[in-house]
């Protein structure tokens, strides 16, 4: 993600912070040290910040805990996790594909509410102590930590995609219904009903006088309905792909590159004549990379007679693939997550074809169009 600090990993899961998440923290900070002003303006300036910046690190740390719930549930469910990233509206974990049982989305969506609601209770025990040895600071935090981990439990299982509610919802519908996505696009639906429902108190608080928080709630409330849309979409563009193989769409006729050509020779003979945007790199029979558009872009255009496309092409050894018979929204799916726009198809060890972004969402309009009502 290129707008993506990288912390490290734990639980072999990386762990990082989204740019936007520094606008949020600050404001966090800066609303808390008003906060513990207006409760004890006895303390001075540099104690209510440093509590400040104490609670808001624990706050963002149970984020993380929230987030490390539904990871861990997943991997031990076989549901590989890419990666934890804390951005302007909390964290998400990039799980990068759908469980494969109703129940495991209902164990793996329920488990970062479950977090939350322990931290609260732990975070209520150290308001107590902190109540109990008459140390203000420590119940102030305590105080605000249990009852925003407690907020966040609620808020997340209020039943809307994407939320975790809607997921517990989805596990639900799916069990219920056997096909996991009609019930992703159901949900979807009433998520987007949930995100207007935010738009709409979010509004009523702008003219009501309250204009921040107003602006804030429409502000998740349209996040959340771009967010619900696209699960919906997506759950539409998978189903109309049900019974559809990579064989059905792979281009077989992508001009195969020997890797001592120059990138002049590419452009020349083969990009500007085919219409072709990446090109397999073969050693005689064997495939040894692969060369786009975009590679050729990074090179300046006045090295390009020198440079071959061995030097700039993407190793074999660095390319997700698919198979002829792979389902074609398994294909898509794996795009989607590595972000990248085409895979060579290999069969026994030899290339039989590329698929592209472009073919698969050709095929899903194709189909749209045969199956939409007359």
């Not at 300036?45 to 609670?55: E, I, M």
């Not at 109309?240 to 992508?254: N, P, Y």
Request: hydrophobic share 55%; aromatic share 10%.
């Amino acid at each position: 993600m290129r707008n993506n600090i990288r912390l490290g990993k734990l639980f072999g899961i990386e762990v990082g912070l989204d740019y936007s998440w520094f606008i949020i923290f600050l404001l966090i900070v800066w609303s808390l040290a008003g906060h513990y002003l207006i409760l004890r303006q006895s303390w001075s300036f540099a104690f209510r910040l440093g509590l400040a910046l104490v609670t808001a690190v624990l706050f963002f740390a149970s984020i993380l805990a929230h987030e490390f719930g539904h990871s861990l549930v997943a991997i031990a469910k076989g549901v590989p996790v890419q990666r934890i990233t804390l951005f302007i509206f909390g964290g998400i974990a990039q799980i990068t594909r759908e469980p494969k049982q109703a129940l495991d989305e209902f164990l793996i969506a329920i488990a970062g509410p479950a977090v939350s609601l322990a931290l609260a209770g732990g975070f209520g025990l150290v308001w107590l102590v902190g109540r109990q040895l008459d140390l203000r600071g420590l119940a102030e935090l305590g105080s605000w930590l249990g009852l925003i981990n407690l907020s966040l439990a609620i808020f997340n299982l209020i039943p809307g995609f994407p939320l975790d509610g809607g997921r517990v919802l989805r596990a639900i519908v799916w069990g219920v219904t056997g096909n996991m996505l009609r019930a992703t696009r159901l949900v979807a639906i009433i998520g987007q009903g949930v995100a207007w429902l935010f738009i709409a108190a979010g509004i009523w608080q702008v003219f009501a006088g309250s204009w921040a928080n107003g602006l804030w709630i429409a502000f998740i409330g349209w996040f959340l309905n771009n967010v619900a849309a696209s699960s919906g979409q997506q759950a539409a563009w998978q189903e109309l792909l049900q019974g559809h193989t990579a064989a059905e769409v792979m281009m077989t006729d992508c001009p195969r590159l020997p890797p001592d050509m120059s990138l002049a020779q590419l452009v020349n003979g083969a990009i500007l004549s085919s219409g072709r945007r990446c090109f397999p790199v073969v050693d005689g029979e064997r495939m040894v990379g692969l060369v786009t558009v975009h590679q050729v872009k990074d090179v300046p255009r006045e090295v390009w007679p020198t440079t071959a496309v061995g030097q700039v092409m993407i190793p074999a050894a660095q390319l997700r693939s698919a198979r002829p018979g792979e389902k074609l929204s398994v294909v898509l799916e794996r795009m989607t997550n590595k972000g990248i726009n085409q895979l060579p198809v290999m069969e026994n060890g030899r290339l039989v074809g590329i698929v592209a972004r472009n073919n698969i969402l050709n095929a899903i309009r194709t189909l749209s169009e045969l199956t939409s009502a007359p």
